[in-house]
């Protein structure tokens, strides 16, 4: 069943039953100021840290579900209604919800009104702003009242939700005509504050909640808006919000059209206030100022469309399959925005104020957005080069705010610095812009103790020979990938941290998984040697990956598929040997990523075992059969019951290196068939079992062992997006950055007759038609670039500026 559909023209989903099988939101904001926005006009919005800078209330896991929002209220002769449907959940004669490019529209009518709320951020703009229309499409004029409502977070997200003894005390508005504002703690040590405006004449406000909301009721009926009458509020302590109140007048036919700002401001040193205890008004001025008028807003939004056309115009696919075509050229680039701008921060599963940016999740997240934003994508390199050790060891995270790392999730995670060569050689591949090698990086960001990035890529490759285990493979640490393969850890504690834990001295645990991601990520940093004239450094390199390789001959292979691990005992982790966790997805995607077993038949081995047990109608789950039982050795990978999450859910994030795999083999309709299966607009007919967003992926489908398979958990915030968008378009439809042009080598089902891709590469433009006139699934027979025929795959760098054609026939 679906709840919408795709606008593919306007770039949107729009929902049109606002009882989605779970709130469906969108992400505002690029830059600083960001929002999230449910189908129902519910979320909040922050300032860079979802968690240190809240500026508005939201309350996680509450009941009923997503309640707390940017909400408008119509009393049209005690008739009342929201155009979002909720929170007065008063029946509409029309909804819809349109998910954009960085904005939402929430569309409601109740007997010919029409009230229409178009949020957005603007580029450069530190707030939202929202666009209200109202429309008469009825025979009368009509009168009724409009209320405005949003809740103020005194700041720090988590301390807002504990610290009652304090924050019942403290709030503070100030109000300006129709303008409210928020300056709880400013009369101490911020120098920030928040306001909430409309640009019309008011009939009254409120900035208290208890008075306006009434002690005793939810959102979904305030007293205020029930009585139709603000109370002109002042908030001193307890709960400050800002409502306007607004009497409204329409003819038949007329439209009224109103903008609403929520702003954040900083105020410089000295000049917080400008008399006692009054804050200085001066930038939330200029930013209502930007926005008075709905042409404004209209001008603004226009300029937001015209960037993420531009951003999307990198990679323009032309399939006969619009589902796919929706998900390569929008959904999935945008997602992939998403996890840039927000990390793993703040969405309905991530609560803003658990974890910062991950070292790891953050070098893979890169290689779905570098295309897009390569300068910004250098610098995030930078940033994380910049939390590594000189050991080449990393924290596990860091903090946006400050960009320092912190150890808030442990540390010792031995997968980490290797993720930095792959962010480092995709941005190479993308841009060829090898400078960035050459920049200055501290250590654990000491200004004092910089070294090359250059230098800080090789201390990745060396943390992993420096930490070799019992049998030669690299020393798994706190976990790798898995963060919840804990084979160091022996937790008997309820409540003890299973990634910052180690109760046994002198772990010895070994993982394969990373044995492949050296080899592979290991040739990466061999190749940028050797292409900056560094042929011994290069020559050794190859040495210790040649080792690598041996070693997972002699121990990394269990008969029929990539063993996963060795246990603190030295036991065989994901082996036949076991009764549980026989076969594990990681070690099988990465080691045939990395080439091993190619030549000699064990990848089409591990990959046939993969089918056999672990593909399932959903995707592939992590390994087989799941744990059934808590195992202290094993340790959070068998907290979670059967079929979630690592203990054998379909973590969708590591399925494409399994599509990956099979391209390497040939296979295309493999891989397509692993790709089409969590793919979100595949998925929309069983929105109702699936239940996150059509639009996007969610990081964990239950699993084939789990209570209901196919239900989707943590939508938006995953390395899903990135590496289902490098496996799509990078390895199926076979446009590979290289570092010396685009290399073509399309693996794709043999059913497929063509398709087209248009890709912008290093400033020139390439129309790449693929035809497949025999029906092949691999293998390029001639290309021809601009009518001349060209030797090999490779289709060379041209002039920036230039157009080129380029004429693909498989077969
Ligand atoms: C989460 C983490 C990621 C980890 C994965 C598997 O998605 O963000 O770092 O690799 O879980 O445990
Ligand atoms: C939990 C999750 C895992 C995530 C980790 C982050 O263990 O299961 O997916 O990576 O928390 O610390």
Known sequence: MRFGHFDDERKEYVITDPRT??????????????SIVTNTAGGYSFFKDARLRRITRYRYNNVPADDGGKYFYINEKGKIWSPGWK????????????????????????????????????????????????????????????????????WDALDDASNFQRNFSTGQVEVVGPTIYHKTEFRERRDHYAFYTVNEEIAGLDTDREAFLGLYNGFDAPDAVVECRARDSRAHGWS??????????????????????????????????????????????????????????????????????????????????????????????YQCMVTFNFSRSASLFESGIGRGMGFRDSNQDLIGFVHQVPDRARERILDIAATQFEDGGAYHQYQPLTKKGNDAVGRNFNDDPLWLILSTDEYLRETGDWSILEEMVPFDNDVNNKASLFEHLKRSFYHVVHNLGPHGLPLIGRADWNDCL??????????????TTENREGGVAESVFIAGMFVLYGEAYAEICRRLGKADEARK??????????????????????????????????????DEGKIFIESQGMCIMAGVGLEDGRARQALDSVKERLDCPFGIVLHNPAF??????????????????????????????????????????AAWDYFRKICPPYLEEISELHRTEPYVYAQMIAGKDAHKPGEAKNSWLTGTAAWNYYAITQFILGIRVHYDGLEINPVIPSAWEGYSVTRKFRGATYHIGVSNPSRVSSGVKAITLNGEPLEGRLVPVREAGSINEVRVVMG
């Open 21 to 34: 099988p779970y709130p469906w939101i969108n992400f505002l904001g690029c830059e600083e100021f960001y």
């Open 541 to 578: 390199a190859k040495g210790h990956i040649r080792e690598m390789k041996e070693v997972i001959d002699a121990h990394g292979w269990d008969g029929r598929w990539f063993v996963r691990a060795y246990d603190h005992f030295g036991e065989r982790v994901g082996s036949d040997e076991r």
């Open 240 to 333: 400050p919000v800002a409502s306007h109140h607004l009497e409204i007048e329409l003819e038949p036919g007329q439209e009224k059209q109103l903008v609403y700002v929520l702003g954040y401001v900083e105020v410089p040193p000295g000049k917080k206030f400008t008399g006692h205890q009054v804050i200085n008004k001066g930038s939330a001025e200029a930013m209502m100022e930007r926005f008075r008028t709905p042409a404004d807003v209209g001008a603004a939004f226009d300029e937001l469309a015209a960037f993420w056309n531009d951003l999307l115009s990198v990679y323009r696919l032309e399939h006969p399959e619009p589902e796919l075509n929706r998900a390569v050229n929008t959904w999935n680039q």
């Open 87 to 154: 929170p007065v959940k008063r029946e509409l004669d029309r909804y819809s919800c349109r998910h954009g490019m960085g904005y939402t529209v929430v569309t409601g009518e109740v007997d010919q009104l029409e009230a229409e709320v178009l949020y957005m951020v603007p580029l450069g703009f530190r707030g939202e702003v929202q666009r209200v229309k109202l429309t008469n499409r009825g025979g009368s004029k009509r009168a009724f009242s409009l209320f405005s409502f949003v809740e103020w977070c005194l």
């Open 486 to 499: 804990n084979l160091n850890c022996f937790s008997e504690t309820p409540g003890e941290s299973f990634q």
């Open 628 to 669: 059934t039982g808590y195992i202290v050795k094993y340790g959070e990978i068998s907290s979670y019951p059967e079929g979630y999450k690592e203990n054998a859910g379909i973590f969708c994030h590591n399925n494409p290196w399994i599509m990956i795999a099979e391209t390497m083999l040939g296979n295309g309709d």
